[in-house]
Each structure stands twice: as C-alpha cells, then as structure tokens.
C-alpha cells in the first residue's frame, strides 16, 4: 500500500509500484514510473519520462527528470532512466537525453548523489558510484562502476571516468580519468592510484602490486612510445583483469584525451 501525502500532486497516469512514501508538497507528472519501496521525502519534483528502479530515496528540492540544459533541445521524447537502491539528496537535479546522446540518461545501482549535485543530459552513470556535494556532470560523461567524484569537482562533457577511480575535491576534469586512478587540480592531473580504494574494496595484494608495476610502465617510464608502453604492458599482464581494463580504456576509440600526470606529455 502506497502512502501518500494530502499536499503532494501525484498524476493518475504515473505508474506506482507497491510501499511508495510521497510526502508533502512532491510532484509527479504524467509520464513517471516509480518502483516499489521508493520515498519522496519532501518537495521533491518529478517530471518527463522518468522510470525509477526500487528503494530509492529522494530528499526535499531534488528535481528530477526535467528539460535538458542544452540549446540544441528542441522537446524530442527523451528518457531518464534510475536503477534501484539510489539516494538523491538535497536539491540534486538530473536531466534525460537529447538527440545528440542517444536520447537517455540513465543512472545504475546502489549510487549516492549528495547534496547539489547536477548530473546534466546523456550521462551514463554505472553501479556504487558516489558524487560528493556539489560535484557536477556535463552533457554525455560516462561514470563507471564504483568511481568518487569529490566536492566542488567538474567535469567536462564527453568525459569519461574509469571505474574504481578517485577525483579529488574541487577538480576540473577535462581529460578522461583512466580506471583505478586518481587525479587533483584544476586542470586535472592523474597522481597515481587509488590504492586506498582498492584496499577497500578487497583486491589482492597480488592485482595491486601488478597495477602500480602496469602504472609505472605507463604513466612513469620515458622508454618507448605510449602505443609501445601499452603493447609491453598487454603483455606482461595479460592475466590481470583490471591491468586490462586500463589497457583496454586507453585503446578504445575516445572523444577526449587521456588525463596524465604532471610533465607527462
């Protein structure tokens, strides 16, 4: 059974799952699709073809789902798109698609967005991420699996962001962040891994060693060209998943470069 409150407007055409919280004064327009066990603190807007997993929670004054910030939006049918187990605290505000993105934005499992956070048109957000206060995501960013965005952090559009990385607070991101990394600074720059993440998260000591030996090859050495550091690194760790990925994230076809280390050209 749903609860909701007197002062919210709920339309009859948005579609509720089961234990729904909707509390005083929230909005939910015609187009909504909201999962079981979601709350809706207070205040909160939803709004355009919004499709929310289960069990997430909406603090007062987040703003979801409305018109793309962009002026090449000309009101085509766009989508938003929210896994399960998501917290939006206060005053968050997420956009769906435009033409120029594929026409989705779509956001994972288990995320943390903290207090005015944005996360702007055509973001694909994975699983386990978290965007500390303030922290801001320009049109078409892609966040991977488990990354941190830090406070007061921006990131350019078309950026992409490694899983497992960490972006320090108050960073300007332009370049993409390789996986497990770690960058500072306005402009960005990458100083090294986020070994205290990984710890964490329960990788080896074996994978870890492996991924500071594949980091300095890369991002240290001056022997070679970056195409031969990354061929000697396929190489030599071939077994090594998340040697891999990096291999494979520096390889794949991207619209921005690579964020580096400071004097590494």
């Known amino acids: 059974m749903n609860n909701i409150h007197a002062t919210a407007i709920v339309s009859p055409k948005a579609k509720l799952g089961n234990n729904i919280y909707i509390g005083p004064y929230c909005i939910v327009n015609d187009n909504v699709e909201i999962g079981d066990g979601c709350k809706f603190i207070a205040n909160v807007y939803i709004d355009g073809n919004t499709k929310i997993g289960k069990k997430c929670n909406f603090y007062p004054y987040s703003s979801i789902g ?70 801001s995501l320009a049109g078409h960013v892609i966040i991977d699996d488990f990354a941190i965005i830090g406070a007061l952090s921006g990131i350019h559009q078309f950026c992409r962001i490694g899983k497992h990385s960490m972006i320090g607070a108050m960073s300007g991101i332009d370049s993409d962040v390789i996986p497990y990394g770690t960058v500072v600074g306005n402009r960005a720059f990458l100083s090294g891994l986020n070994i205290i993440g990984l710890k964490r998260r329960g990788f080896s000591k074996i994978i870890i060693q492996d991924l500071k030996k594949a980091y300095g090859v890369l991002f240290v050495s001056n022997e070679g060209t970056i195409s ?20 494979e994230f520096l390889t794949k076809e991207k619209s921005r470069s690579i964020c580096k280390p400071k004097n590494v050209s």
């Open 66 to 135: 409305t018109d793309p910030q962009d002026l090449k939006y000309n009101g085509e049918k766009s989508t938003l798109e929210i896994g399960n187990n998501n917290t939006f605290r206060e005053y968050v505000t997420v956009n769906p698609g435009t033409n120029g993105g594929g026409l989705i934005t779509s956001i994972g499992d288990n995320c943390l967005f903290m207090i005015n956070c944005h996360i702007a048109h055509d973001c694909i957000i994975g699983n386990n991420v978290i965007l500390v206060n303030n922290a």
């Open 228 to 247: 031969e550091r990354i061929k000697e690194v396929s190489e030599d760790f071939s077994k090594n998943e998340p040697v891999m990925e990096i291999v």
